[in-house]
């Protein structure tokens, strides 16, 4: 049974940085893409960040310079690292490998 478990959202401040976590449990996620989403309240789930298998990653255009995802492969967890936040990156970011999603976390910046 794959579980993916999301902490390290809160409140924090326009300009400052938070750190989101993904745990990822039930098989290995060395050869799997590992990816961020998140949604605003009232709008629709979007595209953060993704962690590929290979190496590479890609960025929503809004966070690119911002946020930085990364991954550990032997702990399978998933990163967020975000820098100067906005308070349009107020939202519940969840994780997401393969065909599963975890509960979300919320992160709510003030600005």
């Known amino acids: 049974q794959v579980q993916l478990v999301e902490s390290g959202g809160g409140l924090v401040q326009a300009g400052g940085s938070l750190r989101l976590a993904c745990a990822a449990s039930?098989?290995?996620?060395?050869?799997?893409?590992m990816a961020w989403y998140r949604q605003a309240p009232g709008k629709a789930r979007e595209f953060v960040a993704i962690?590929?298998?290979?190496?590479?990653?890609l960025y929503l255009n809004a966070v690119k310079g911002r946020f930085t995802v990364s991954r550990d492969n032997n702990t399978h967890t998933l990163y967020l690292q975000m820098n100067n936040r906005k308070p349009e990156d107020t939202a519940i970011y969840y994780c997401?490998?393969?065909?599963?999603w975890g509960q979300g976390t919320l992160v709510n910046v003030s600005s």
């Open positions: 039930g098989r290995s996620f060395s050869d799997t893409n």
């Open positions: 962690s590929g298998y290979l190496g590479t990653t």
């Open positions: 997401s490998v393969l065909e599963f």
